[in-house]
């Protein structure tokens, strides 16, 4: 079915990242001979190509997640975290407004990776645009006072949800409840959603941290705070069977499309329903225009409109922000 050119689409899932926030990524790894030597050369070919192996990449890697393509994943390790690496670092701020601007995508969330990009860092790049990008705050593991360091976020309004990255914030398995517990049952009191990273990152060969939590272990946070809305991001990947699962077994979970092919949104929509599935690129490691083509592929023209501004519109209060924004606190309250 065709679908209108122009809609008030909300991308649900982007990040930003500093030069400063790069160096941070897998220091020890990047000293490694291939990134001292085959980086330099290897990366502004890359620039040239993007147009032509960026989209391939993401199209393998939508249609091949199973064990053995995650196997063949993890021993190219090195050649990902530069490429992802790269994409950060050409697309920034200027080109995320460029490329929703194109594809007429009127809003997007941006996630902070602490300690990667911090919050505050997020917040301080988009003051300017505050009606175009809501900010989803984050704390490290190593935060003595998760609690404490991002209640004044919340206390001010400055970010509209809270995301855990389990891989980059330090959290494990094993520990990932009660690390987390307090902070989501903050968010749950406040009303704030809280997105969780869920597949596998194959980087076993580059580092000894943990990939990912598995999805057995966020459930427990699911049922303990009914009233917490819960985004399982990526929808899996490629435990996407288990992600519909959660979502069909709890009501307060809602479903996130970015890396996923259009069969797979649709099985989504099939078994949810188009009330709970959020339309999400991961800018810039999966290109907006490709993630968009993959929701509308799938999707009827009211179930497009539901998962990729309806959603959204109401997970984010968009009647608070668009009537309120100018009377908030000053962002530099908000430390």
Not at 22 to 42: L, N
Not at 95 to 101: A, E, G, K, V, Y
Not at 136 to 157: N, R, T
Not at 166 to 195: C, I, N, Q, R, W
Request: proline share 5%; aromatic share 10%.
């Amino acid at each position: 079915m065709a679908h209108p050119a122009q809609l008030d689409v909300i991308d649900f899932h982007t990040h930003l990242m500093s030069l400063a926030g790069i160096e941070k990524v897998f220091p020890h790894t990047r000293q490694s001979q291939f990134f001292k030597h085959m980086v330099p050369i290897v990366e502004p070919i890359a620039d040239l190509t993007e147009g032509i192996h960026d989209q391939i990449c993401r199209h393998v890697a939508m249609h091949f997640n199973d064990k053995i393509s995650r196997l063949i994943y993890s021993h190219c390790g090195e050649l990902f975290l530069m490429e992802a690496l790269r994409l950060f670092k050409r697309h920034g701020f200027d080109r995320l407004i460029h490329s929703m601007d194109k594809l007429g995508i009127k809003r997007a969330v941006i996630h902070s990776l602490e300690p990667l990009t911090t919050t505050q860092e997020i917040i301080d790049q988009t003051a300017e645009f505050r009606e175009r990008f809501f900010v989803f705050g984050s704390v490290a593991h190593a935060e003595p006072d998760p609690v404490g360091y991002l209640l004044p976020f919340v206390q001010s309004k400055a970010i509209s949800g809270i995301k855990i990255h389990p891989m980059v914030g330090g959290y494990h398995s094993d520990d990932l409840y009660e690390d987390t517990k307090e902070f989501v049952a903050l968010a749950s009191d406040f009303g704030l959603p809280v997105a969780i990273h869920t597949g596998d990152i194959p980087i076993e060969r580059i580092t000894d941290q943990e990939a990912c939590s598995e999805l057995s272990v966020i459930a427990p946070l699911i049922r303990d705070f009914p009233k917490c809305k819960f985004i399982l991001m990526h929808m899996g990947w490629e435990s996407w069977r288990k992600a519909i699962g959660i979502a069909k077994k709890y009501p307060n979970v809602y479903l996130e499309t970015s890396w996923q092919p259009a069969r797979i949104i649709r099985r989504a929509v099939d078994n949810v329903g188009s009330e709970r599935i959020l339309f999400g690129s991961d800018f810039p490691l999966f290109q907006q225009w490709q993630a968009l083509a993959e929701v509308r592929r799938a999707l009827t023209e009211r179930e497009f409109e539901q998962v990729a501004f309806k959603n959204a519109e109401q997970l984010l209060g968009l009647a608070w922000t668009n009537e309120d924004a100018k009377s908030a606190p000053p962002r530099e309250h908000a430390v």
